[in-house]
Structures are given as structure tokens and as C-alpha cells.
């Protein structure tokens, strides 16, 4: 990947230095553009729904305020611990914080999952949330964030991840990217974003859109000190201007 950043950074310099590329823009990169030329720095990006719903409600729970390797051992582990939903829903939520500790928090996200659990069985009967799929967007997402504790992000991750469905969950990287971007305006938080970007996404932009801004956030639009120099996206962003500019 090491090689991939410095190719890219390549390609950029060697475009400013033969004038190919303009150092100022009048108006943000197209987000179709954005996916386009990060998929050339990280790859094509294949949208799989995985089909379950309530799994991706809990993980994206258990999500919150860690890392994806965390949660991850956190979901597996409260699997293994409750064979099913209702075990789950049955359980103390004392005995239940063991099983997520690793994902931390464990004492906050315990009662939240149950009480989301009980939420779902009240509505449903059961905890198939199929019929999210065939719902409009806007209700799905408003069915899902009038769950205890569950907000933008966690109802668009369940949409896009679990079902498919063009809603862009908008985490600090997507978020920092964006506003970096100009796709967002400076003073407009993550739930708002959610709403902005999404106004500007083609359906099918959506998922790659937003894994290639988050892989993006981490590699080189860092918070702290970003590589610009790097960035495929620099002619189109005002803020790498700005930052390669004062170096």
C-alpha cells in the first residue's frame, strides 16, 4: 500500500509540474469523480449486502467508541455466549457485559442492546427486520432511529451494509473528508451530513463512497498532519491547498 501512497503522490506532482493538473478549482470534485479516483489508489469496491439486519443493529452497537477488530471480537463473543435474539433478550444485563467487554463500554452498551431487543419484540414479534427493505428510505430510516439509542449513523449502516439500500452512514473520517472536500458546509455536524451527502450520492455511489472515505481518512487525509502531497484528490480539495500551501 506504502507503494501505492508514493506512485500516487507521483502522479500528482508530475501532473502539477507539467501543468496538466489546475492547483485551484471553482467548485468541489463530483462525488462520482471522488470515487473514481480513489478507487484507482485503493481498488474497486463491490457492494455486498449480507442480509441480516438485527446482527448488523448489535454490531454497530457494540461499534460505537472502538475499533472495528474490537467490535468485532465483542459481536462474536455475544454470539457465542447467546445462541439467539431471545436468549439475548432474556439474559441479566450484568451477564451480558462480559460477553462485549472487549469492545469496551461494556456496562453502557449492555442495557442499550437490550433495551433495543425488547423494543424490536414489542413492534415485530420477532426480531426479522425484512420489511425495512421494502419500506421508503426515510421511514426505514426513521423506524430504525426511533429505536432506543440508535441514531444516523447505526440506521444507515443497518440500510446500506445489511439490506443494500443507498443510505450513507457519515462517521469522523467521511465526515472529515468531506468537509475537507467542501461537499459539506464547515459548520454542519455528522447528522447533518448524513442528509447533505446523501443528497448529492447516486444510489449506486453510495457504498463506495463511503468506504473509499474512510480508507481515505485513515491513510491519508489524517486529522493530524494529512499527506496532501499524496492525495489524488488535491487539485479538487481547498483545504489540501490551503495546508500544502502554508508548508
Known sequence: MQAEFIEAGARIRNAAHNGTMARK???P???GEIVRRLSELYGELVWRPHGD????LVLTILSQNTSDANSGRAFMRLRSRFATWEELLAADPEDIVPAIQAGGLGRIKSPRIKAILEEVWTRRGSFDLSHLE???LDEAKAWLRSLPGVGPKTAACVLMFALGRPALPVDTHVHRVAQRL???PPKAGAAQAHDILEAILEPEEVYPFHISLI????RLCRAQRPLCERCPLLDGCPAGQTFVGAR
Open 182 to 184: 467542501a461537499l459539506v
Open 53 to 56: 439486519p438485527m446482527s448488523e
Open 215 to 218: 480508507k481515505h481518512g485513515r
Open 134 to 136: 421494502e419500506m421508503p
Open 25 to 27: 478549482r471553482t467548485k
Open 29 to 31: 470534485l463530483a462525488p
